[in-house]
């Protein structure tokens, strides 16, 4: 009887390590398909508007991580998003962040959520970049890409951003 007991208690145990080694996996495999669809290295790019010179992948500081973020000036999780960012742009200087919209430049420069960002030497912002949208494959506004020092994709957050998931994830890949 005892023995008995002893192989249930094994076998249990045997079921219990492959179903959590089963559900690792799992969780593994979701972890890296969530980028398939993203380039996840930054794609060459060039922009060219009305306050920027020529700028490029190359132009990227290779010390920095880079956060592109994408986005429409009337999107209400876009507005959000500008006071969010703002207390990151000042505590994180050596993050690069791009931020990047479909409208004019012309346009957006004098946006007053945009405006709170002159003067920082760690921002750019560039308008008319439909082409960058379809480089990156971006469907939801706003969405935000975290790319390393080697300019490989490390994280991405797209549509209604949890800005503390976001910013501890910032913080800790810091």
Same mark, same amino acid.
């Given at each position: 009887?005892?023995?008995? !007991?002893?192989?249930?208690?094994?076998?249990?145990?045997?079921?219990?390590?492959?179903?959590?080694?089963?559900?690792?996996?799992?969780? !593994?495999?979701?972890?890296?398909?969530?980028?398939?669809?993203?380039?996840?290295?930054?794609?060459?790019?060039?922009?060219?508007?009305?306050?920027?010179?020529?700028?490029?992948?190359?132009?990227?500081?290779?010390?920095?991580?880079?956060?592109?973020?994408?986005?429409?000036?009337?999107?209400?999780?876009?507005?959000?998003?500008?006071?969010?960012?703002?207390?990151?742009?000042?505590?994180?200087?050596?993050?690069?962040?791009?931020?990047?919209?479909?409208? !004019?430049?012309?346009?957006?420069?004098?946006?007053?959520?945009?405006?709170?960002?002159?003067?920082?030497?760690?921002?750019?912002?560039?308008?008319?970049?439909?082409?960058?949208?379809?480089?990156?494959?971006?469907?939801?506004?706003?969405?935000?890409?975290?790319?390393?020092?080697?300019?490989?994709?490390?994280?991405?957050?797209?549509?209604?951003?949890?800005?503390?998931?976001?910013?501890?994830?910032? !913080?800790?890949?810091?």
């Amino acid at each position: 009887m005892k023995q008995k !007991k002893i192989i249930l208690l094994f076998f249990n145990f045997v079921v219990l390590i492959s179903l959590i080694t089963i559900v690792f996996i799992i969780r !593994k495999n979701n972890e890296l398909n969530k980028f398939k669809n993203y380039p996840r290295e930054i794609p060459e790019f060039s922009f060219q508007n009305a306050t920027q010179d020529h700028f490029t992948k190359d132009s990227l500081n290779k010390k920095h991580k880079t956060v592109f973020i994408f986005f429409m000036y009337g999107c209400f999780n876009c507005l959000l998003m500008f006071e969010y960012f703002l207390p990151l742009v000042d505590e994180m200087s050596e993050i690069q962040f791009i931020f990047t919209t479909t409208e !004019k430049y012309e346009n957006i420069i004098n946006y007053p959520e945009i405006k709170m960002y002159e003067g920082k030497q760690n921002v750019r912002f560039f308008g008319e970049s439909n082409e960058f949208f379809k480089t990156f494959r971006v469907s939801v506004i706003p969405t935000v890409f975290f790319y390393s020092e080697q300019h490989i994709l490390i994280g991405k957050y797209e549509s209604e951003i949890q800005f503390h998931k976001l910013k501890k994830f910032i !913080k800790d890949k810091k």
